[in-house]
């Protein structure tokens, strides 16, 4: 989560100065597993947010008035509760996230295919792909395309674009169907995509290039320190106990692929159950392990809005002048 929360920022910056039509390429490919451990911290809460009710969603409850997003809140739980009993449970509230996360995936295909594809034709060849996301790299200066912003440059998303198409792309045509398509924009969803995630992780981690993850590659990424910060926070001591017990699998000091699979890809790991826990947890004041409609709006910060908070803080502020 904090890794993927921070990738997607990186990019973020990084991308405002190109075409929108570019992917990011890191957004949301590592399967977050330990958020119970950043609990409170504002990453975590983005992250709930989004699990809840996708990521278009949760951009648009963003902007909405506290009131508003209560109000819509109190919708979806109606709909959570499936079987009507007053209750959302750990097997409904498991089928939504499941749910929004499908629907997010499939929303986002469906854009992008239609956008690179207006002819709407079975597959997009890796010609018209790259045209359309890459051609502006045609007219720039080589130099300018060498360099690197937060260890990005143009040159080297394209050249990991054409890597992840060409593992997509699975009978060899060089033209991705839908179904190869939605590997290659949402890798993490697809076990044919696995080893790329994870080559993917370890270049984006791996500041030194010796293709492996030291610890302090490991928590950089996850935590910067900063000046006014004695001491390093409490969950960032606990990451690095996590990196020796439990990531660092042969203790030599790093990590390497396999080990790096096991953390960002656990085979017995259940996400949408393990959030869906996590969000009970958060909020069943009464600890039946079910959350009736008036727990889940009494927090409604953990499932939909705290930036809506400062939006409302923002308009209080604005009405003062
Ligand atoms: C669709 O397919 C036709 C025939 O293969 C091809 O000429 C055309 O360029 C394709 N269109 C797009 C947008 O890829």
Redesign the pocket.
Known sequence: MTLSFQLTLLCVSFLTIVASAVPKPDEKRVLDHDFTQHMGDEHNKQYDHEQFLGEDQAKTFDQLAPEESRRRLGVIVDKIDTNKDGFVDLSELKAWIQFTQRRYIEDDVQRQWKS????N?DT??WD?YRTAVYGFMDEMDPLDLEKEDNGFSYKAMLTRDRRRWSVSDRDGDDALTKAEFTDFLHPEESPYMRDVVVTETVEDIDKDNDGKISVEEYIGDMYRATDDEADEPDWVKHERETFATFRDKDGDGSLNNDEVKDWIIPQDFDHAEAEAKHLIYEADSDSDEKLTKEEILSKYDVFVGSQATDFGEALVRHDEF
Not at 116 to 119: A, Q, V
């Open positions: 690179h594809n207006s002819e034709n997009i060849h018209v």
